[in-house]
């Protein structure tokens, strides 16, 4: 019975890899036929030593690691999409779309979330199979290293859409599904021990950041752009302050570990520990609804000051907003007029009140406690130590690596996922 069984296995084994490996493009094929056509050829000891150096076993093993991976969590998760979404397609049938116009529209944008999920799965088990298929090509009498590379590529694409996945499934706090706004300040003083920190070594430092934001962003498919920026001077480098948007689903949820005070540390021959500091403030960025929040203008102060050039390269002004009950102030500077750069400065402003107000479990701005508002400059997020030791230590969670450099290119995963790891927990 149990030889049954595995032939059984075996045999629908095949079947459902024929039917896949018909779906991969006629050139993919093209290109694997070549590839074995080319692997034909017996090795020698020397070309054989050479593949065992190249790390052979420690590729096959990744492949193999993240194929079963896939299996188990990809195929779970595409009977969880599939049955969310017909689901869905039952509502919309049994929903009469025209007396509430508002819920209607919201209902088929989560099915239309929900169609792009179930195909960008089952597009996971087509690239699980080609990898299982290129992995047996290069095993078939002979080992090929360049193939084994292919189906390497094709399981990192794998991991990396089931990273981004399984974070997606614990954004589920209030905005976090949103889009992001990053502001980056540089410090107005440096920190230390016996001497003043120069301001322009801030201001180079809070312009890393961007840069290791921007990285991180490219990585995970998310196009950030920047549509403010304050520079010292041109000859100088550095910044003063950048804005950065990220108009895509869950950029809030990723980044908003990262609010907070970022510091620099080096120590110098004479042993005086120098500081270089930049804040890092999050707001979330409505992408689908506009924020029902009302404000009372007498309670804002509106100040404008003069640019002498904006990030386009025109003379313009900053408008700047405080919001005396809470004492929150935000600026705009980005936008084409005076009147844009009001509004999208209020906006903001709304967006910080609404997450302040959920933090606070309030229901009204005017609730709000102004001392219990925390002001990012006093909320230690992260330290990169340079000298004399190597060292990257995430205050909030205690996750710590030791290259800096390897962080500040971008390489933020194990942060985030801690972020979002804490929260989800929090939240339980």
């Given at each position: 019975?149990?030889?049954?069984?595995?032939?059984?296995?075996?045999?629908?084994?095949?079947?459902?890899?024929?039917?896949?490996?018909?779906?991969?493009?006629?050139?993919?094929?093209?290109?694997?036929?070549?590839?074995?056509?080319?692997?034909?050829?017996?090795?020698?000891?020397?070309?054989?030593?050479?593949?065992?150096?190249?790390?052979?076993?420690?590729?096959?093993?990744?492949?193999?690691?993240?194929?079963?991976?896939?299996?188990?969590?990809?195929?779970?998760?595409?009977?969880?999409?599939?049955?969310?979404?017909?689901?869905?397609?039952?509502?919309?049938?049994?929903?009469?779309?025209?007396?509430?116009?508002?819920?209607?529209?919201?209902?088929?944008?989560?099915?239309?979330?929900?169609?792009?999920?179930?195909?960008?799965?089952?597009?996971?088990?087509?690239?699980?199979?080609?990898?299982?298929?290129?992995?047996?090509?290069?095993?078939?009498?002979?080992?090929?290293?360049s193939l084994l590379k292919q189906a390497y590529t094709a399981s990192v694409d794998v991991s990396k859409?089931?990273?981004?996945?399984?974070?997606?499934?614990?954004?589920?706090?209030?905005?976090?599904?949103?889009?992001?706004?990053?502001?980056?300040?540089?410090?107005?003083?440096?920190?230390?021990?016996?001497?003043?920190?120069?301001?322009?070594?801030?201001?180079?430092?809070?312009?890393?950041?961007?840069?290791?934001?921007?990285?991180?962003?490219?990585?995970?498919?998310?196009?950030?752009?920047?549509?403010?920026?304050?520079?010292?001077?041109?000859?100088?480098?550095?910044?003063?302050?950048?804005?950065?948007?990220?108009?895509?689903?869950?950029?809030?949820?990723?980044?908003?570990?990262?609010?907070?005070?970022?510091?620099?540390?080096?120590?110098?021959?004479?042993?005086?520990?120098?500081?270089?500091?930049?804040?890092?403030?999050?707001?979330?960025?409505?992408?689908?609804?506009?924020?029902?929040?009302?404000?009372?203008?007498?309670?804002?102060?509106?100040?404008?000051?003069?640019?002498?050039?904006?990030?386009?390269?025109?003379?313009?002004?900053?408008?700047?907003?405080?919001?005396?009950?809470?004492?929150?102030?935000?600026?705009?500077?980005?936008?084409?007029?005076?009147?844009?750069?009001?509004?999208?400065?209020?906006?903001?402003?709304?967006?910080?009140?609404?997450?302040?107000?959920?933090?606070?479990?309030?229901?009204?701005?005017?609730?709000?406690?102004?001392?219990?508002?925390?002001?990012?400059?006093?909320?230690?997020?992260?330290?990169?130590?340079?000298?004399?030791?190597?060292l990257v230590q995430d205050v909030k969670t205690g996750i710590q690596l030791a290259d800096p450099n390897?962080?500040?290119?971008?390489?933020?995963?194990?942060?985030?996922?801690?972020?979002?790891?804490?929260?989800?927990?929090?939240?339980?």
């Amino acid at each position: 019975m149990a030889a049954e069984t595995a032939h059984f296995h075996n045999y629908n084994t095949c079947i459902r890899r024929s039917y896949v490996a018909g779906i991969i493009t006629g050139r993919r094929r093209r290109l694997l036929l070549k590839a074995a056509a080319s692997s034909s050829q017996p090795m020698d000891i020397h070309t054989s030593n050479s593949y065992k150096q190249l790390g052979m076993f420690s590729l096959r093993k990744k492949i193999e690691d993240s194929v079963n991976r896939a299996e188990m969590v990809g195929l779970t998760a595409l009977e969880f999409e599939e049955a969310r979404r017909i689901k869905q397609e039952e509502m919309i049938r049994e929903y009469d779309f025209w007396d509430d116009l508002a819920k209607s529209s919201d209902v088929l944008i989560k099915l239309a979330d929900s169609a792009k999920v179930v195909d960008a799965l089952k597009d996971l088990t087509y690239k699980v199979e080609e990898a299982k298929l290129i992995t047996e090509l290069a095993e078939m009498d002979i080992i090929n290293y360049s193939l084994l590379k292919q189906a390497y590529t094709a399981s990192v694409d794998v991991s990396k859409f089931l990273n981004k996945y399984e974070m997606s499934k614990l954004l589920k706090g209030k905005y976090e599904f949103e889009g992001a706004c990053i502001i980056v300040e540089a410090g107005s003083e440096g920190i230390r021990s016996e001497l003043t920190c120069q301001i322009g070594e801030n201001q180079i430092w809070a312009e890393q950041l961007v840069g290791m934001y921007m990285k991180w962003a490219k990585k995970q498919g998310l196009k950030g752009r920047i549509i403010e920026k304050r520079c010292r001077s041109k000859a100088k480098g550095g910044i003063k302050s950048v804005i950065i948007e990220f108009e895509q689903k869950y950029a809030y949820g990723y980044f908003l570990g990262e609010k907070g005070t970022h510091r620099m540390i080096a120590s110098h021959p004479e042993s005086l520990s120098e500081v270089s500091s930049a804040a890092v403030d999050i707001v979330p960025l409505f992408l689908e609804e506009t924020m029902d929040l009302n404000v009372d203008e007498k309670d804002l102060k509106i100040d404008y000051f003069p640019l002498c050039e904006n990030v386009r390269g025109r003379r313009g002004s900053i408008v700047q907003i405080q919001h005396s009950p809470t004492g929150l102030t935000v600026h705009s500077s980005g936008e084409r007029n005076q009147f844009s750069n009001k509004m999208k400065a209020l906006n903001r402003l709304k967006a910080k009140l609404l997450v302040i107000s959920n933090d606070q479990g309030v229901s009204n701005v005017t609730e709000i406690k102004k001392n219990s508002v925390i002001d990012h400059w006093h909320q230690e997020t992260r330290r990169y130590v340079f000298r004399p030791y190597k060292l990257v230590q995430d205050v909030k969670t205690g996750i710590q690596l030791a290259d800096p450099n390897f962080v500040l290119n971008g390489n933020l995963d194990p942060f985030i996922s801690a972020h979002i790891n804490n929260r989800h927990v929090c939240e339980l």
